[in-house]
Nanobody, 119 residues
Framework: QVQLVESGGGLVQPGGTLRLSCAASGSILSINAMGWYRQAPGKEREVVAYMRDGATTNYADSVKGRFTISRDNAKNTVYLQMNSLKPEDTAVYYC?????????????WGQGTQVTVSS
């Protein structure tokens, strides 16, 4: 069984910063990719930042230059550093990982962490 546990969400003023963390645990053989999605009220879930092969990164246009994804392979953890936050960044942020276990490879999701940007 694999679990993704997120932390770091909260309430922040516009222009502020937050750092999200997502730790994977369980019977993991390898982690092929890890990243972050978000879903705002009334909107579809969208990709925010993703890291493949431990190095290749992709960002949504709306967060380029403000958000940075990083990964600690030894801890099976991915981070999302969010700077210059805007009210439109308000959403539930979900961690996603493509993980190989003994019986195969699958996508796993965290439970979500709320990020609210408001004055």
């Amino acid at each position: 069984q694999v679990q993704l546990v997120e932390s770091g969400g909260g309430l922040v003023q516009p222009g502020g910063t937050l750092r999200l963390s997502c730790a994977a645990s369980g019977s993991i053989l390898s982690i092929n990719a890890m990243g972050w999605y978000r879903q705002a009220p009334g909107k579809e879930r969208e990709v925010v930042a993703y890291m493949r092969d431990g190095a290749t990164t992709n960002y949504a246009d709306s967060v380029k230059g403000r958000f940075t994804i990083s990964r600690d392979n030894a801890k099976n953890t991915v981070y999302l550093q969010m700077n210059s936050l805007k009210p439109e960044d308000t959403a539930v942020y979900y961690c996603n990982a493509r993980i190989s276990v003994f019986i195969g490879t699958a996508d796993y999701w965290g439970q979500g962490t709320q990020v609210t940007v408001s004055s």
